[in-house]
């Protein structure tokens, strides 16, 4: 099975800071992995994934994350923080022997400081 | 494209009431999950579908809860009779699912549930 471990519930930032939300997975074949952000009172959205092609992805919001196979991490970055950041965030894998089927991390509160 | 529409936004019953949740999926999707969202329990997967059929439903938490897919573009989830411990957001999210099950979800804004 394949499960997903969110480094710190909360992180906090100031403006213009780089921000770094750290994941790490676990599965026993090639996964498939996504950072999800939620802001207050919506759902989530999708702000990039990695499928096994460029292990360094580009997402929305100037966010990227790096696929690292050795250390099993796809931590999140963003080189400097915006008030709009603050939300929370999920890291979630997935893989093709467990079809449809999403795995989610207990998500990171992003705090930014102005 | 309206996204995945779930409705209410907003439900308050006493405990013991039948509530239930609706979710209007993304056209052409043929993925369905229902999540529960709590502080203490974080984001749950309930139950999902692929094409109407229920594919996983251990996630269900009691037989108080029962989720249907009629057809494609409609899904509810049921809780009968609800207690003030379902107290959570419930999220519906869809999917197109290609051969390698690397699609992201989409989610619904969530049915905020209190129940008390």
């Known amino acids: 099975a394949q499960s997903v471990t969110q480094l710190g519930s909360h992180v906090s930032v100031s403006e213009g800071a780089l921000v770094l939300l750290r994941c790490n997975y676990s599965?026993?074949?090639?996964?498939?992995l996504f950072w999800y952000v939620q802001y207050p009172n919506q759902g989530l959205q999708l702000l990039l994934k990695?499928?096994?092609?460029?292990?360094l992805v580009k997402g929305i919001n100037g966010f990227e994350a790096e696929f690292k196979k050795s250390e099993t991490s796809f931590h999140l970055t963003k080189p400097s923080a915006h008030m709009s950041d603050a939300a929370e965030y999920f890291c979630?894998?997935?893989?093709?022997?467990?079809?449809?089927?999403?795995?989610f991390g207990d998500g990171t509160t992003l705090t930014v400081k102005p | 494209d309206a996204g995945v529409i779930q409705s209410p936004r907003h439900e308050v019953t006493e405990m013991g009431q039948e509530v239930t949740l609706r979710c209007k999926p993304i056209?052409?999707?043929?993925?369905l999950f229902w999540y529960r969202q709590t502080m203490m329990r974080g984001l749950e997967l309930l139950i999902y579908f692929n094409n109407n059929v229920p594919i996983d439903d251990s996630g269900m938490p009691e037989d108080r809860f029962s989720a249907k897919m009629p057809n494609a573009s409609f899904s509810t989830l049921k809780i009968q009779p609800s207690e003030p411990r379902d107290s959570a957001v419930y999220f519906c999210a869809s999917s197109f699912e290609q051969a390698n099950y690397n699609s992201p979800l989409h989610f619904g804004n969530g049915t905020r549930l209190t129940v008390t």
């Open positions: 979630a894998v997935s893989v093709s022997t467990n079809a449809g089927k999403s795995t």
């Open positions: 990695y499928t096994s092609a460029a292990t």
């Open positions: 599965s026993s074949v090639p996964p498939y």
């Open positions: 056209s052409g999707h043929d993925y």
